[in-house]
């Protein structure tokens, strides 16, 4: 994956969307002609994305998107290479970034994240906000940070699907495979 993001869309830019089906639920995507700009959980949670009003459903528009998400899902697949464009503040973007180079199959703490990131550890809060906007979900792992002790904190899309990811990954292995759909 790419360690760089475009600029995010320019306000007032037309929004484009699609729905896809997944072993995690219906997952919503955005972005424009340029790049990816959203990966949303329809079915639940804090990062369950709303359709706004003035987008325009383009079906087949993230073809690329669609085609690496569901060889990711069918385990053929450990990293994306997709154009990304995700709109936040210059810290959040940061964050965003360190996370894409956090490996397929492995984990890191919030502290992890902000000592990478060159702050101290009383930046693992920040970094754990910043973690929690990311609106480009999977793609961009989120997923993949987790508390200093192991646990599985926090996760817009709701812990379940956290596990169900991090299972998926081989990341946790006390308990059968993820297999099959979530929802």
């Known amino acids: ?4 993001f475009l600029p995010a869309p320019l306000p007032g830019a037309v929004t484009e969307y699609d729905i896809v089906e997944s072993p995690i639920g219906r997952i919503l995507l955005t972005g424009d002609e340029r790049a990816l700009t959203g990966l949303f959980m329809m079915d639940g949670g804090k990062h369950q994305q709303a359709l706004q009003k003035g987008w325009t459903r383009r079906p087949g528009r993230f073809a690329d998107a669609s085609a690496q998400l569901e060889e990711y899902f069918a ?3 450990t990293s994306f290479d997709l154009p990304l464009a995700p709109s936040g503040t210059e810290f959040q973007i940061a964050v965003w970034t360190e996370l894409t180079r956090i490996p397929f199959g492995e984990t890191a703490s919030y502290g992890e994240v902000a000592l990478a990131l060159g702050k101290s550890l009383v930046a693992s809060r920040a970094v754990g906000l910043a973690n929690g906007k990311n609106p480009i979900s999977v793609i961009v792992p989120c997923h993949r ?6 646990s599985l904190t926090g996760y817009g ?3 379940d699907r956290k596990e169900w990811l ?3 990954e081989g990341v ?11 929802f």
């Open 145 to 150: 940070v987790i508390g200093a002790d192991g």
């Open 75 to 77: 385990g053929k697949r």
């Open 1 to 4: 994956m790419t360690d760089e």
């Open 166 to 168: 991090l299972r998926h």
């Open 172 to 182: 946790l292995t006390d308990a059968p495979e993820a297999q099959g759909a979530l």
């Open 157 to 159: 899309g709701g812990l």
